[in-house]
């Protein structure tokens, strides 16, 4: 059963750090994208916060760009998100993304994480 894993949420100060990861497991064959979502508090839809392609290529949403980082490690199917200079804005529930491919499958199929809190205020 696949099985996506977000850590490293929490409460952090404003201009402070902290970094996301993200683990996919279960019967994976192959991921083609992954990435990171947001969903505020009050507000109905995610945002689509920084995607990276199973080459590597990232893209952000303009509002995070310069600040944060999305990097991959293919051989251990994770992600990880770098949010440096946080802003109280950026306080949201964050989720993992990630478009697997199961073996036995020709076509991948979204899979979501859980969600993991951060919280940024003094």
């Known amino acids: 059963q696949v099985q996506v894993v977000e850590s490293g949420g929490g409460l952090v100060q404003p201009g402070g750090s902290l970094k996301l990861s993200c683990a996919a497991s279960g019967g994976l064959f192959m991921i083609n994208d992954m990435g990171w979502f947001r969903q505020s508090p009050g507000e109905q839809q995610r945002e689509k916060v920084a995607?990276?392609?199973?080459?590597?290529?990232?893209t952000y949403t303009d509002s995070v760009k310069d600040r944060f980082t999305i990097s991959r490690d293919n051989a251990k199917d994770t992600i990880h998100l770098q949010m440096d200079s946080l802003k109280p804005e950026d306080t949201a529930v964050y989720f993992c993304?990630?478009?697997?491919?199961?073996?036995?499958?020709?076509?991948?199929?979204?899979?979501w994480g859980k969600g993991t809190l951060v919280t940024v205020s003094s």
């Open positions: 995607m990276i392609a199973g080459d590597g290529v990232p």
């Open positions: 993304y990630a478009d697997i491919v199961l073996e036995g499958d020709t076509y991948g199929k979204n899979y």
